[in-house]
């Protein structure tokens, strides 16, 4: 079936650290790729999206490409700050499947001053 | 300001209290969804419609019922709340027009509605 795994969070750092979260994914068909943020006591709010292979998704210094090859969609940013403190979540959706968001478990982000 | 509002934000019931948790969104958006957030397991949709009158079963719909009746309201009821049904739930919205492009309009969130039944 359609999925999506991202790694097990928390993930802490501290500000100006380099982040990754790593998302893979197994899908019938070309997905399009998203990743969405939550932060506290918020709803869902879209980050960045990929619609088709090598394309690089990018937003508020974040970006990620789809790699087709290795079925992966990991979210980097160069220097993080302590108002990135979130929720992250991967999720693909599939032309066939009405529009429906495929979410991995999400990864927790606490930056520390 | 483009919004999808839920409500209430909190609720406490006990065990077969019928309840309703309200979903309204002011972008006239085709596409409604109700999810529910539970810890290591991500966001897992209940219900969607696709426009009024038109709605389908998610991952897990079972215990839940909605309808959509109004384009911009799609409410999710339980009938008869069970402890298992403790979560988080979001609506969502989104626009679908046509082609493929429409799959990727991104999704609105309300702000959740944190539901314990006990």
């Known amino acids: 079936g359609n999925s999506v795994t991202q790694m097990e969070g928390p993930v802490t750092l501290s500000e100006e650290a380099f982040l990754t979260i790593n998302c893979t994914y197994t899908?019938?068909?070309?997905?399009?790729l998203f990743w969405y943020v939550q932060y506290p006591g918020e709803g869902l709010q879209l980050l960045l999206k990929?619609?088709?292979?090598?394309d690089k998704g990018s937003n508020k210094g974040f970006e990620a490409t789809y790699r087709k090859e290795t079925t992966s969609f990991h979210l980097e940013k160069g220097s993080v700050q302590v108002s990135d403190s979130a929720v992250y979540f991967c999720?693909?959706?599939?032309?066939?499947?009405?529009?429906?968001?495929?979410f991995g478990q999400g990864t927790e982000l606490s930056v520390k001053p | 300001e483009a919004q999808v509002t839920q409500n209430p934000r909190y609720l406490i019931t006990v065990t077969g209290k019928k309840l309703t948790v309200t979903c309204s969104q002011n972008?006239?958006?085709?596409?409604m969804s109700w999810y529910r957030q539970d810890p290591g397991l991500g966001l897992r949709q209940i219900y969607y419609?696709?426009?009024?009158?038109?709605?389908d079963k998610g991952d897990v719909p079972e215990g839940y019922k909605v309808s959509r009746k109004e384009k911009r309201n799609f409410p999710l009821i339980l009938e008869s709340p069970s402890p298992n049904q403790t979560s988080l739930y979001f609506c969502?919205?989104?626009?679908?027009?046509?082609?493929?492009?429409?799959?990727?309009?991104?999704?609105?969130f309300g702000n959740g509605t944190r539901l314990t039944v006990t």
């Open positions: 419609s696709m426009n009024v009158e038109v709605t």
């Open positions: 990929a619609t088709k292979a090598d």
């Open positions: 969502a919205s989104s626009f679908k027009g046509q082609g493929k492009e429409s799959y990727n309009s991104p999704l609105h």
């Open positions: 999720a693909l959706t599939l032309y066939n499947q009405g529009g429906k968001l495929i």
């Open positions: 899908a019938t068909g070309y997905p399009s």
């Open positions: 972008m006239n958006h085709e596409y």
